[in-house]
């Protein structure tokens, strides 16, 4: 399996000097990756409850969030050879012209390093701020993604769709990696399984529960088996949230909490249901440091 990072990029500690202190630390310790995700705003009477915690609220973090493509920038520019990805950029607040041309560019100045992870999103107020409406949110993607692809694989490509239209014309430059950077795409119902294996390269989730990640991995197989692909030949990356402990918690642990060994097992796991890569996501952990993210990133570095 594959590791990644997630960069320093919400709250406070997300400052130029911790950004590239953690790309070139993964890089050294022999991680595959770094990773970045969009959030635009932190609304004060939110229209929609965050999915993520009980009560529905917004972690504090998201008050201050670093734009995506700009970090992966800088990080592709204080790298070598470590790939940069994100999971996930939201489709309906770009359009696929102006989106490829700038995954494009990142693509080529990282020389060809660019995991393009892409999803819906939930924030009615974001599509609102983006001047997008939030109804048929889903076709718009789809519309999207074959847009996106066009783009990155025509000499000269043409599109007229329902959302998007672009006149025959040339869009230059292509990506490095052939035919387009892995897509992977976000999403937890059936339509986004079938949109991850029809019009992706795989699925970007997050870690859950053992059980539930089943559940995940058994849709996303009868998607792929509807649309004649093998799961086990497309990418399966999810972010989690490892808490390393000095001493187990117990039978009755969180899966990724606990001891290095403990979570060394749950890796492994999560490997042999089918997932590719898991991202170690720390942004959101209570007073992080660089200095505890490389404490994690030395305990769980790849073999």
Sequence with gaps: ???????PQIGDWAT????????????????????????????????????????????????????????LTYAAANTQNIRIGTSVLIMPYHTPIMLAKQLTTLDVISGGRFDCGLGLGWSEDEYEASNTPYKNRGDRADEFL????????????????RFYNVPKSKVN????QKPH????VGGFNPRAFQRAVTLGDGYNGVILPFDQMIGIKTGLEQAAEAAGRSLGKLEFVCR?????????????????????????????????????????ELNFVSG?????????????RPD
């Design 1 to 7: 399996m594959k590791l990644g990072i997630a960069l």
């Design 16 to 71: 130029p000097e911790n950004i590239v202190k953690v790309a070139q630390r993964a890089e050294e310790l022999g991680y595959n990756s770094l990773w970045v995700q969009e959030r635009l705003l932190w609304p004060l009477e939110p229209k929609s409850p965050y999915p993520v915690t009980p009560d529905g609220s917004l972690p504090e973090q998201y008050q201050y969030v670093l734009d995506p493509i700009v970090l």
């Design 146 to 161: 074959t847009c996106l692809k066009v783009l990155w694989t025509e000499e000269e490509p043409e599109f007229h769709g």
């Design 173 to 176: 430059p292509k990506p490095v």
């Design 181 to 184: 950077p892995p897509i992977t």
């Design 240 to 280: 989690g949230n490892p808490q390393l402990t000095d001493q187990s918690p117990g039978a009755n642990r969180d899966p990724l909490i606990g001891t290095a060994q403990e979570i060394k097992d749950d890796l492994k796991r999560y490997e042999e249901m089918g997932i590719t890569e898991i991202i170690f």
């Design 288 to 300: 992080i440091t660089t200095d505890k993210l490389f404490h994690t990133m030395e305990q769980l």
